[in-house]
C-alpha cells in the first residue's frame, strides 16, 4: 500500500526523517466548550467551528488551528439546542419569519446576514426533531436561499424521524453528523451523493447501536463515493483535542481508508482550496500495511511546510 499524498522529508529544525501529509481539519467542533492551543501539536491545522457565538468567533486572532465557522445555530422557537447547558443564548438564534428582506426581526436572511457579516464560511441549521420544534419547510428554504444569496454553504443537524430526507431535498450541502438514529435508504444514499453532499463522520461520539448504525450509514455513503469529511463534535464530551485515533479507526471500520482517509482529514470545505502553508508530519515512514494507517496518522504534529526538505 502507498498513500499517493505521503512524501518522504526531513524536517530542517530536528532532521528528523518522517512523512509529510496535507494539512489535517477537524471539521466539526465547538471552540467555546474546548481550549483548542493544543491541537497542533497534537495534529490538527485547521477546524470549522460549528455553533458559537458570532461576535466571539469574529473576534479571534489567527493562528493555528486556523478556524472557520458557521456562527450562531439557527433553529426553530424552542428548538435544539436552546435550553442546553452548553448552548448558552450567544450561539442560538430564532428564525420566525422567512422574510428575505434584511433587518426583520427574526428574519431568515437576518439570521444569515448575521452570521456572514461576522465572517462566517458555512451557515449551520438545527433540524433535531427528537429534541424540540424544527424549522418549517417554508423557513428552512428561505435561509437556504439567504445562505446561497450570500455565497455559503449550508450544514445541517439532523435528526429524528424524516429529518436527513428534509435537508437534502431543502438543498442543505452537508451533515453535521453521519446519520445515526435509523438506517439511511438507498433512495436517501442516491439522492446525497449524487448531490455531491458531504457527511461529517462524528462518530466516535456514539456507542452501541448508535455507532453501529452510523459506521453502517457511511460505509453505504462512502461505498458510493459520498464526500466524507473528518470531525469529531469536539466538546461534546470526552474526546481527545486533536486527531482522535478513535474516530479514525472508526473511519476505517466503515470503509474510509488509506488516501480516503487522508482526503477526510484534508478536505478544505467549506474553502474551496487548502492552504499549504503547513503540512502534517508524522515521525517515520508511512506503513504498508493499510490497517495500521489510522493508528500511525494519530501521531502526526502540524509543521511548517517550509522546515520540509524532501528526501529520496
Known amino acids: 500500500m502507498t498513500l499517493d499524498a505521503a512524501w518522504a522529508v526531513r524536517r530542517a529544525l530536528t532532521a528528523e526523517v518522517g512523512t509529510a501529509l496535507p494539512a489535517f481539519v477537524d471539521h466539526h467542533v465547538h471552540l ?25 468567533l469574529a473576534r479571534r486572532g489567527r493562528g493555528l488551528p486556523r478556524v ?4 450562531a445555530f439557527l433553529t426553530a422557537p424552542g428548538g435544539y439546542p436552546q435550553g442546553r447547558s452548553w448552548a448558552p443564548a450567544a450561539i442560538v438564534r430564532e428564525v420566525t419569519d422567512p422574510s428575505a428582506h434584511p433587518g426583520v426581526e427574526g ?65 442543505v450541502h452537508a451533515l453535521a453528523h453521519t446519520p445515526f ?25 456514539h456507542r452501541g447501536a448508535a455507532r453501529d448504525r452510523a459506521v453502517a450509514n457511511l460505509r453505504a455513503f462512502a461505498a458510493r463515493g459520498g ?33 480516503a482517509l487522508v482526503s477526510a482529514l484534508s478536505d478544505p470545505w ?19 500495511d493499510t490497517d495500521a494507517v489510522p493508528t500511525w496518522l494519530s501521531r502526526g504534529t502540524v509543521v511548517p511546510t517550509e522546515e520540509l526538505t524532501r528526501v529520496d
Not at 483548542?36 to 477546524?47: D, E, F, K, L, T
Not at 472557520?68 to 456562527?71: F, K
Not at 433512495?187 to 462524528?202: C, E, K
Open 68 to 71: 472557520a465557522y458557521a456562527g
Open 107 to 171: 428574519g431568515a436572511r437576518t439570521a444569515v446576514d448575521e452570521q456572514a457579516d461576522a465572517g462566517a464560511s458555512v451557515i449551520k441549521i438545527a433540524l433535531h426533531a427528537d429534541a424540540g420544534p424544527v424549522l418549517s419547510d417554508v423557513l428552512l428554504e428561505a435561509i437556504i436561499a439567504a445562505a446561497t444569496a450570500r455565497g455559503l454553504p449550508v450544514v445541517a443537524h439532523a435528526q429524528g424521524p424524516g429529518q436527513v430526507e428534509r435537508a437534502l431535498e431543502a438543498g
Open 181 to 205: 438514529d435509523a438506517p439511511v435508504s438507498r433512495r436517501t444514499l442516491t439522492l446525497a451523493v449524487g448531490s455531491g453532499h458531504a457527511w461529517i463522520s462524528t462518530l466516535d461520539i
Open 270 to 288: 467549506p474553502a474551496e482550496e487548502t492552504d499549504g502553508a503547513v503540512s502534517t508530519f508524522v515521525a517515520g515512514p508511512a506503513p504498508t
Open 227 to 259: 464526500r466524507v469529511l473528518y470531525g469529531t463534535d469536539l466538546g461534546n464530551g470526552p474526546l481527545p483535542v486533536g486527531l482522535n485515533r478513535r474516530e479514525l479507526l472508526a473511519l476505517h471500520e466503515a470503509g474510509v481508508r488509506g488516501d
Open 32 to 56: 467555546h466548550l474546548i481550549d483548542a492551543s493544543s491541537m497542533p501539536a497534537r495534529g490538527i491545522a485547521g477546524v470549522v467551528d460549528l455553533g458559537g457565538d458570532p461576535a466571539a
